[in-house]
């Protein structure tokens, strides 16, 4: 069997010697929840396929993902052994290893934040997207570790911000009406479900996406804060209640008048 398994590694090795040209190629993609969790699929292919499914051949699948999972838990990634799914490419020369990432995002007060400080030297380099963010190694990590990082934000995600300086991503989630919800106490409440309706159906239909887009870009960029102060100050519901009881009443009128004219 050793000599069976030295063979195969010396086969790997005199392959790779004589195929310069194989280009090694690995990236992983994280996809985040609204709850915070997250799912990564690492692809690596070329030359870093070869290195990758060698050492899956000699040491076996399960000791392959208890690696895998002990690698990534280095730089704070929690995963559970038995939840990793392997798919081997072989005509393809392609490898993708996948599972689910526990807590990957924290919840503080009205946002959320993703602590990335302990990837800092290994991807040094940002790029920033509209919902994603890339991160880069100048050189070439050791694997399992891939070439790049790609994070993908929730769909309602809005107002991200990267920090240099302590590498983490904030964001808040556009679910619905933040200062709504602090005063009526649930996400789920008939005011606050309107008001996404008039926002995402009503806005949207009279002055289009990009409107909708800059008002949430000017809500969210004071509603957290005013929303964690009425959840820490009781007394301000009443009268703030009192407020906005007519203007969702005005909202509730002006919606109906948009429909008879839009049909």
């Not at 040209?21 to 690596?44: D, E, L």
């Not at 076996?60 to 990534?72: H, W």
């Not at 990082?149 to 809005?158: D, G, R, T, V, Y």
Request: glycine fraction near 4%.
């Amino acid at each position: 069997m050793k000599k069976i398994f030295s063979l195969l590694f010396l086969s790997i090795l005199v392959f790779s010697f004589f195929m310069p040209c194989v280009q090694a190629t690995s990236f992983a993609h994280i996809i985040i929840h609204s709850n915070g969790m997250g799912n990564i699929t690492a692809t690596y292919s070329g030359a870093s396929h070869i290195v990758m499914y060698s050492e899956y051949v000699l040491i076996g699948e399960e000791n392959f993902k208890s690696k895998l999972v002990s690698e990534f838990r280095e730089i704070g990634w929690i995963a559970e052994i038995q939840n990793v799914i392997i798919k081997i490419n072989q005509p393809g020369n392609t490898m993708t290893v996948s599972f689910p990432i526990k807590n990957f995002a924290q919840k503080r007060g009205m946002t959320w934040k993703i602590d990335l400080d302990l990837i800092r030297t290994i991807y040094p380099v940002c790029t920033e997207g509209a919902n994603y963010y890339v991160f880069l190694s100048p050189t070439t990590p050791e694997l399992p570790m891939p070439k790049s990082i790609s994070i993908e934000l929730p769909n309602n995600a809005f107002n991200s911000k990267f920090n240099k300086e302590n590498y983490s991503i904030v964001y808040q989630l556009t679910g619905g009406c933040l200062i709504v919800t602090a005063l009526t106490g649930s996400p789920l409440s008939q005011e606050v479900q309107f008001l996404r309706h008039f926002r995402d159906d009503t806005l949207v239909r009279v002055f289009g996406h990009d409107f909708v887009n800059k008002f949430n870009s000017w809500y969210y960029s004071f509603s957290p804060s005013v929303a964690q102060f009425i959840q820490e100050n009781s007394w301000t519901r009443i009268p703030a209640i009192t407020i906005l009881s007519p203007m969702i009443w005005f909202l509730r009128v002006l919606d109906t008048m948009v429909w008879f004219i839009m049909h």
